[in-house]
């Protein structure tokens, strides 16, 4: 354990509602060893805003250990921050310099408005899911599970891309908005492995629609989704999404 | 003594059908009462929380025609903690060929239980565990394979057959988001309306029945309500009133709670499970502790050195003068004893000295064997992600250099009285999941908790509330204007304005911390009688002092992370003390439950049969300090009492 304390100055994204006008506000916490997490470094913040009667800066976290998909921080201009493959929770303060200015904002896209600071709305994200991101299978109906096999490799790939914590870094980081990656890491999914083929058509066309209409942006191959992920989840998801798109589209 | 244990007179009926154990479930079926299709769509059913148990029942029951209301705090249901379980979920397929079976998955869950479950309903869980494996490989969940095509097994802790079916270190992830998937059908079908960022913050009891629930919108601050015929609350476990714990920081007990002070018996709140292999807390500042499988025990051997206070780097501690105690001390489960066991041995080493690192509150969970036997690819493949995460916390590198690890709150078996219905003594409120009490006694094994909540969402109650429904309730006309409702709206919004009024000089976190830390070092993994007497007068204390000192900063009617926590906090401060009571009256050891006056010449907890084979119901009286207790006395007509061996 470090006995050494660390002071930063924070510029911090506040506004006070969706329409509300925001603006970086500069704030200097004290008292940060290097063990602490992000958001750990957030809440001495906050405690410290609270014990003076100031309104706390609000953001949103849940597990804390990078898989909820709650948090989500542009820190210095980078979603997640400066570590690749982690998300904001993840991110320890032995990364930065004792003494230096760290900007703090919100997912910035059109399709996931502001509520309050630093806290967004992604419902568009479960929208594009209820269009067609799942196998349509009743309770109850299901064979024996190892009566349909599916290949180690097709798992694991499977696997790679069901990993998607749909946090919404990939949009934040994309200079189109676009949510390709997120989408497409669940039409692969499905359509690596032999459940997902009845509907592996209808499900492209259906969540490309749906990701089109909330308003994100479409893939011209920056790849700043896949450098931001939090589960390293790979581009080849958005070839194989637009591959399956483009047959659904001319078979339909 | 400061608090004052009342005898109920409610006689508490489990409803367990006739009939052999293993019959019970499809007798049930055959006999229970149906819902004519047609009138499904009659029926509202609000369900709240979308975890395991909450999705896996709004979307079987959206399935089968009903109107479902889904409500959940989070801004999707994606996020609820069931995502971050890591090692596994259990079912009694056989695949292996090792000798396993229904009543095997039975017998090891009443056993690993220490003989405080329910029979019947755990019978039931193991039946019914080979559907959902089913179900979700059905759904496209990417569980591990074989090469030829088959699904993998892992063993995991108090079983000696490979039960255990994951995806890689996130088998609760991926169960959640398939579950999580045919939820989101049932949505854009219609048949399931979805509610975000609400909080429910009281229960509706119209005419001894459970109409509806009181939410707060957590954006707008928006006080709602709605009706329904019937109210599933799934809303996970209370882990977090030890304010560090592997739970996520806005798990709660409110929910729950609330309920319990409208008439739910609260059952076992006292059966914590404090899971042995968490990464140790650093420091004061620390927010949660972060669970390292338990899978990692099938390959990471746990030891110390034999010498106390050894400060050599781990690596320059010859193996003869390691004491590998878990092998030493249970011959035939080695590594893999259950949880409760290996937690105590854990916190045994570190009391007798013997305990490492900086804080010497940690043990080793050392790989090195692992790697020399399958080599480094191997153990990435089987535990990578879990190994990438101790490093990133950490900052050491688990290929090089053990783990150091120490026991942390993970869940509880506790919960919300339900009989074999998944009801609670409140008419037409059910409970699922973890937030009830019935299937793991005093003791959850691993894997067992992923399947519990899908057992309970996808296979047990569409039949109980069907047959709840066509029994007890009629598809009535809702109505949000009945003087429960106002009653109910009034006291939330009260509540709220005690809570912002007080105007004090201490944040909610405040009295969090100070609450955690009474509860982990008297309710924690060992306990004792002053202890208990001690850990009820510093809660009361801390009561006191919360409702004169707390400050709340913003306003109602906004997003505002302070007044939701401070509403948990004030529930946590009556959870608490109920705790410490149960764990008083129960003068016995069983399963997490570990009384020091009870305890055997080796160390080993101690149980009572004779005077505690009950399940202990709390019933509210008004005042924390004074509850209820009511007995269902668990009788074992299949599986013989007998004092649980590891050895």
Known sequence: MSSKTMKFNLKIWRQAGPNASGKLVDYVVEDVIPEMSFLEMLDVLNEQLAAKGQDPVAFDSDCREGICGTCGLVIDGVAHGPLSG????????????????????????????????????????????????YVSFNTGSAPDANAVPVGKEAAHDSMDAATCIGCGACVAACPNASAHLF???????????PQG????????????????????????????????????????????????YLVASLRS | MSFKIEMGDTVLDSKVPDGPIDEKWTLYKQNAKLVLPANKRKYTIIIVGTGLAGSSAAATLGELGYKVKSFCIHD?????????????????????????SVWRLFYDTVKGGDFRAREANV?????????IIDQCAAQGVPFAREYGGTLANRSFGGAQVSRTFYARGQTGQQLLYGAYGSFSRQVHEGNVEFYNHREMLDLVVQDGKARGIITR?????????????????????????????????????????RCHKRGAFFAN????????????????????????????????RVWVPKEKGDNRHPNDIPAEERDYYLERRYPAFGNLVPRDIASRAAKKACDDGYGVGPTKLAVYLDFKTAIERLGEDAVRERYGNLFDMYEEITGEDPYKVPMRIYPASHYTMGGLWVDYNLMTTIPGLHALGECNFSDHGANRLGASALMQGLSDGYFVIPYTLGNYLASHQKADELTTETDAFVEAEKSVKEGIEKLMSIGGNQTPNHYHKELGKIVWNHVGMARNEEGLRKAADEIQALRKDFWENLRVTGKEEEFNKNLEFAGRVADFLELGELMAIDAYDRKESCGGHFR????????EALRDDEDYCYAAAWEWSGDASKPKLNKEHLTFENVKLAQRSYK
């Open chain 2, 123 to 131: 019978h039931r869980l193991s039946e019914v565990s080979v559907n």
């Open chain 1, 183 to 193: 989408t497409a890491a669940k039409v692969y999914q499905f359509a690596r492995i």
């Open chain 2, 217 to 257: 919108n957590l954006v707008t601050g928006e006080i709602e309500r709605h009706a329904g015929h019937a109210v599933l609350l799934c809303t996970g476990g209370y882990g977090t009133v030890f304010y560090l714990s592997t739970n996520a920081v806005n798990c709660n007990v409110t929910a729950a709670w």
């Open chain 1, 197 to 244: 083929q009845p509907e592996r058509d209808q499900r492209v066309l259906n969540m490309v629609t749906t990701h089109d209409k909330e308003g994100f942006g479409d893939c011209s191959n920056h790849g700043e989704c896949e450098a931001v992920c939090p589960k390293r989840i790979s581009i080849k998801t958005i070839a194989q999404m637009r591959r399956d």
């Open chain 2, 76 to 100: 999707s249901a994606r996020r609820a903690h069931s995502v971050a379980a890591q090692g596994g979920i259990n079912a009694a397929k056989n695949y292996q060929n090792d000798g396993d």
């Open chain 2, 596 to 603: 020091e006056e009870y305890q055997t010449e080796a160390g």
């Open chain 2, 269 to 300: 709140p006292c059966y914590t499970q404090i899971h042995p292999t968490c990464i140790p807390q650093a420091g004061d500042f620390q927010s949660k502790l972060t669970l390292m499988s338990e899978s990692l025990r099938n390959d990471g």
């Open chain 1, 86 to 133: 982690t998300t904001t929770c993840g991110i320890r303060m032995r990364h930065f310099n004792a003494g230096e200015t760290i900007t703090i904002e919100p997912w910035r896209a059109s399709s996931f408005p502001i509520v309050k600071d630093l806290v967004v709305d992604r419902t568009a994200f479960d929208r594009i899911i209820q269009s067609g991101g």
